[in-house]
Each structure stands twice: as structure tokens, then as C-alpha cells.
């Protein structure tokens, strides 16, 4: 039998992958090289990856609540919570600590190991901030990780989260540096970094991706992974969200981005940020089944549980279980504290980022 070549031409340049070193010195050539992988390579390539940190069949199980809904004075083209955009969603007030934690406990009751909660500011005030620290602690108590995303944060604000226990802080760059102001004008890329670095100096897990479809070309894409993959320490969670389209905002007629263009984005941050958790978030309720599947393959290892968002829709909790049932994967456990730096990197980390990119 002849054998049979499949050796790649000169031109087809990528880089090597025999080792999963995390690296922050990537280059948005080699980025852009993974991309224009052909699909079955890059998600080959993912999978490998993926396996050599992470048990393929695990996936850890989020619920997120919005304390805080709506009235914000961000412009974030995508978000139904910006005061800006007329969505019909009315304002409300900061939930109560004990209805937030019986909604963590039902979450708990359901599978869910990781508690997270949003709320519309531009950034917390004081009082806010310490009814939200009763609620990291009593999450905590739960045996549940905790994880928030509030806006902006100052040095000081990320001290006094660290102190009340909390694991993760979510605060997505949305998009490249280049196409960041098609999105948003009301805060800059600038300040989004600032507030990673806070969370960073505090002792905090940072929880940061993006969002794809929001009218955003192939290069933006790379550079929303080139940003996030040359931090001077990865976050530990990288949510990648499906624009969810929301009427009555600046983004709520872009067309849909294709769904193996979305893999290709989960494929390429698995690969590049190797000891990442890869968050599958906003946006599920628009991909089939066989989409999802094909985002565990290329190396997402978390979804959230629930019906909503924030404020958009999710697929329900039974559909969930269903899918997993069929694609015989399992649930991840909670880190129990005082667990080792393997188990850590095995199940830390979550994506609050919902449809909404605080």
C-alpha cells in the first residue's frame, strides 16, 4: 500500500505545540496562524491540549444571578441593562442578602459548585459593596465557589472582596483593543485593564474573555485572544460569549456569526492559555447541541446552569443534563480549600460575564 502524504506545504506555518507551556509571549501572527488552521486540525490540536491538564469528560456547573439589574450608565452596545438603550428592562434595586443566598442554595441543590452574581454599575459604591461581601461569605458557607463581577473596582474594593473570601472576579475585555470603540465609548480599554490588575494585586482569580459576534472581523478576534493570552499571568477563566442580540440596542441586528467560526475562537484560547478554565457562556441558547459538543471537544470545560443570564435566556437546566447525559460527561466538584496547585488548575475558575461584559 502507498503511503500517503500529509506533510504540510513550507507556507503553512504554526507554531509547535509538542509542549503546553504556558506561555504570555505570543505573538498575533502565531494567533492568526491557528486560526487559519483548517478546522479539523485546530480542534485536534485543542483537544490534545486540553486533555493534558483537564479530564475531557468534566465540565464544572455555574449558576449566575443578577443582584443588581439594569439602570447602568455604561453604553456597552450589547447590553439590555445600559440605561442608554431602550430595552424595555426596568431598573431595580440591589437584592437582598438572604433572597441571594436562597437562590444559591436552590443553585446548589442542582448541581451547580460555583455561585456567580452581576450587577449593573459602573462601579460599586461602599455600601453596595459590603452587602455584597455578606454575600461572597455566605456563598462561601454553602461550600460554594464564589465569583462576582461588579464594574470597575479600585485598589482598595478588591482588598475588601479578598478579605470576604471571594474566588474569582469577572471583568471581560469584550472584544480587541481596535474594535473596542465600535462597542463602548463610556469607559476605555485602558480602565478594563486597570481593574484586572487590581484584582490581580489583591490575590483575587481574575475571570476575563470576551464576546464574539458583535460585527467584529477575523483580526479582532485574535487580538481580543492576543490581549487576554499576553497578560502577565492568564486569568485563570476565560469566558468566551456568543453576542446575545438584544433589541432595542446599538448591536441587536448584527448578523450571526457561524457557529464553527465560535468553536474556532474556544479552540484557539484553549491553546494558548493551556491552564485556563474555558468558559462556554452567554449565547448556548442559540447553539445546537452538536455546536456544544464540538466547543467541549476543542477544550470549554464549563457552562452555566438555569434559565437566564442576567437578563437573556439559557438552555434550562434538564436540557443540560440531558446533553451531558448524551455525551457521557460528568460534573466537576467544588476545590475543596487547601487543595493542591494540580487540583486547582483542574477546577478553578468561572465566567460571569453572562450577556453582559462588566
Known amino acids: 500500500m502507498t503511503a500517503i502524504d500529509i506533510s504540510r506545504p513550507a507556507a503553512f506555518s504554526v ?4 509542549s503546553d507551556d504556558v506561555r504570555t509571549d505570543w505573538t498575533r501572527a ?3 496562524a491557528l486560526f487559519d488552521l483548517p478546522f479539523t486540525e485546530l480542534v485536534f490540536r485543542a483537544a490534545a491540549v486540553h486533555r493534558r491538564r483537564f479530564d475531557p ?26 440605561a442608554h438603550h431602550e430595552t424595555g428592562l426596568k431598573a431595580s434595586k440591589l437584592i437582598e442578602v438572604k433572597k441571594v443566598l436562597a437562590e444559591a442554595k436552590a443553585a446548589k441543590d442542582a448541581g ?10 459602573r462601579s460599586p459604591k461602599d ?19 464564589s465569583c462576582v463581577t461588579l464594574g470597575m473596582l479600585n485598589a482598595g474594593q478588591a482588598l475588601r472582596l479578598k478579605e470576604a473570601g471571594l474566588d474569582y472576579y469577572n471583568h471581560n475585555i469584550d472584544t480587541s483593543p481596535e474594535y473596542y470603540g465600535n462597542v463602548i465609548t463610556t469607559r476605555t480599554y485602558q480602565d478594563r485593564l486597570d481593574t484586572l490588575a487590581n ?15 458583535m460585527g467584529e472581523d477575523l483580526t479582532d478576534r485574535v487580538g481580543m485572544i492576543h490581549t487576554l493570552a499576553t497578560l502577565p499571568q492568564h486569568p485563570e477563566s476565560v469566558p468566551i460569549n456568543m453576542l446575545m442580540k438584544v433589541d432595542g440596542t446599538p448591536l441587536g441586528g448584527k448578523d450571526a456569526l457561524d457557529a464553527l467560526d465560535f468553536v474556532r475562537t ?24 452538536e455546536t456544544q459538543a464540538l466547543c467541549f471537544l476543542a477544550g ?59
Open 112 to 121: 451547580a459548585t460555583r455561585f456567580c452574581m452581576g450587577a449593573a454599575w
Open 127 to 145: 455600601q453596595d459593596l459590603e452587602s455584597v461581601c455578606a454575600m461572597v461569605e455566605g456563598v462561601k458557607a454553602l461550600g460554594m465557589e
Open 199 to 213: 484584582v490581580r494585586e489583591a490575590g483575587i482569580n481574575v475571570c476575563c474573555g470576551g464576546i464574539v459576534g
Open 15 to 18: 507554531p509547535a505545540l509538542e
Open 300 to 358: 470549554a470545560n464549563s457552562i452555566f446552569y438555569g434559565p437566564k443570564l442576567l437578563t437573556t435566556a439559557n438552555p434550562v437546566a434538564d436540557h443540560d443534563k440531558r446533553l451531558l447525559a448524551r455525551l457521557g460527561m460528568t460534573t466537576m466538584d467544588v476545590v475543596e480549600e487547601g487543595g493542591t496547585d494540580e487540583d486547582h488548575a483542574h477546577h478553578a475558575a468561572d465566567a460571569c460575564s453572562g450577556a453582559c461584559g462588566h
Open 30 to 32: 502565531e494567533i492568526q
Open 57 to 82: 469528560t468534566q465540565v464544572q456547573i455555574s449558576t449566575l444571578l443578577s443582584i443588581k439589574t439594569g439602570g447602568c450608565p455604561e453604553d456597552c452596545g450589547y447590553c439590555s441593562q445600559s
Open 266 to 289: 474556544i479552540a484557539v484560547a484553549r491553546i494558548t492559555m493551556p491552564a485556563s478554565m474555558v468558559r462556554l457562556s452567554a449565547g448556548r441558547e442559540g447553539m445546537s447541541d
